[in-house]
């Protein structure tokens, strides 16, 4: 029998480019280091634990009494209390970090006592425990002496591992905090490598450089399967492709021309050739089982392109010219998809941005720049890891749809906070989506890991995150 090695190296293609817990929502690092308030319960849409949080209580609509775990230290050896908390709702607020919308949306918060935190949201807010989800806390002392910028150099939290070396080229190196306020992790030290280009990462793993690979692209399926010395995994989506009409423009703010496209779409062949098969058909909603609004009622558009052919020459639109824009990554499915609209008689083709030209089309809010834009199918792209809650999709829908009733829906599902009626809320929003063609459907991701012989316990299922706590290596 073997025993169990004191490290464990695992490879990612997520590049760590810094480790400001209040700059992110999900990654590598952070999520090993540090902790957050509450967490959702895998499997369990809408439900939650407590992590550094043991409790919650609604007093009223929007008055909210947060229990804090007791007896938890940072690992600076700073005992955990309300004040960082408070002290890391203050940081965010200052530093327009990455959550400052969700404070933004507190209309107060104060330190009851030690181990007690009251928030008062602006609006009823049913959100919240998902947002909190969302949030790493930090020790207020040591980032107030700080400052950002040194503070991400010293990672100081209170989770399973505290960070032992850092460089943004190679990668981290972790040490098993034995102050954990948790069950301890069963690995002494975890070395994770950053890989700019994935096919190192795939020729890494196959060489038995490392023992996990994470985030491993499609091609390496093909490459790692029938391998004796490397287990491949396929692990469960973490989002959804994303495809949004501009429906402000024509051809798209015709919906016949969107049923049309829809129509369109060989999803079944789009996975076989774009993706390698790493995907799932999206299921005519912008959300999965696993996610707090999910209705079983609704199902993925069958393809017709015949069916699709008509209407296109119905309306006038043969020749009609559709751009869809994305990201380098969905360089293979767009490529795909404008091949199917061409064939039922539109005339597409695919624009692909660079980060930041990606970044500012999401961030557009104004309808009048969508009217004038040339994009008739943004790739917007969505990640469901660190949420359990449909609203994480549907903020976006309006940015690109101009539809009363949709707004009143988000209006109304956003305050509500009866669990059941809210649900209710979310179903209906989900069918005006499906019944409007304002999403262009298509895959939701499969995610590709690989390990050695004697790994176990590897967490292929948290997008860009991992959790290392259960991840052993057996050697002879």
């Known amino acids: 029998m073997g025993e169990p090695a004191d490290t464990v190296v695992v490879g990612t293609s997520f590049i760590l480019d810094s480790l400001n817990p209040l700059q992110t929502q999900r990654g590598v690092a952070v999520s090993a280091a540090y902790d957050t308030l509450t967490r959702p319960v895998p499997g369990a849409p809408g439900e939650f634990e407590g992590r550094l949080a043991e409790s919650w209580e609604n007093t009223s ?14 690992h600076d050896g700073s005992e955990f209390t309300a004040e960082d908390v408070v002290g890391t709702f203050d940081a965010v607020a200052e530093g327009q970090f990455i959550s400052a919308p969700i404070v933004a949306g507190f209309a107060s918060y104060e330190a009851i006592d030690d181990y007690t935190v009251k ?9 919240l425990l998902t947002s909190l989800s969302q949030m790493y806390i930090v020790p207020t002392d040591a980032w107030a002496e700080l400052g950002a910028d040194a503070f991400a150099s010293q990672a100081i939290g209170t989770g399973a591992y505290e960070i032992t070396d850092f460089a943004p080229d190679t990668g981290v190196t972790f040490a098993r905090f034995d102050d954990f306020w948790g069950e301890p992790a069963l690995t002494e030290n975890i070395k994770v490598r950053t890989f700019a280009d994935s096919s190192t990462l795939t020729s890494s793993i196959e060489a038995g450089e490392i023992d996990v690979a994470h985030a491993l692209p499609a091609t390496a399926k093909a490459t790692l399967e029938g391998s004796a010395a490397v287990e491949v995994v396929t692990s469960t989506g973490d989002g959804t492709s994303y495809l949004q009409f501009n429906t402000f423009t024509a051809p798209f703010d015709n919906p016949e021309l969107r049923r049309a496209a829809n129509l369109a779409v060989n999803v079944e062949g789009l996975i076989a050739a774009a993706v390698l098969g790493l995907a799932d058909p999206e299921p005519g909603q912008l959300t999965d089982e696993n996610i707090f609004g999910y209705t079983d009622e609704i199902s993925a558009p069958a393809f017709d392109a015949e069916e699709a052919k008509k209407i296109v020459k119905a309306e ?12 380098a990554a969905q360089k293979p499915s767009l490529e795909a998809v404008a091949g199917m609209l061409n064939d039922v008689g539109f005339d597409a083709t695919v624009k692909i941005n660079e980060t930041a030209d990606w970044l500012a089309l999401f961030r557009i809010t104004d309808p009048a720049e969508w009217a004038n834009s040339e994009t008739n199918v943004f790739a917007r792209g969505l990640s469901y890891v660190g949420t359990s809650d449909a609203n994480r999709a549907f903020q976006y829908v309006n940015r690109l749809v101009d539809d009363p009733e949709w707004e009143a ?28 063609d304002y999403i262009l459907w298509t895959t939701q991701a499969q995610g590709l ?27 002879n």
Request: glycine residues 10%.
């Open 61 to 74: 609509d929007t008055e909210w009494l947060i229990k804090l775990r007791e007896g938890v230290t940072f």
């Open 119 to 127: 928030i008062t949201t602006a609006a009823p807010n049913p959100i």
């Open 316 to 327: 006038g639109a043969e020749g009609a010219t559709v751009l869809l824009t994305g990201l």
């Open 409 to 436: 829906l988000q209006e109304q599902q956003l305050t509500q906070m009866d669990p059941d009626a809210r649900q209710e809320l979310l179903w209906e929003s989900a069918h005006l989506l499906y019944d409007n």
């Open 449 to 475: 890991g690989a390990q050695v012989p004697g790994v176990s316990g590897a967490d292929f299922d948290g997008g860009n995150a991992m959790d290392f706590t259960k991840l052993t290596k057996t050697v």
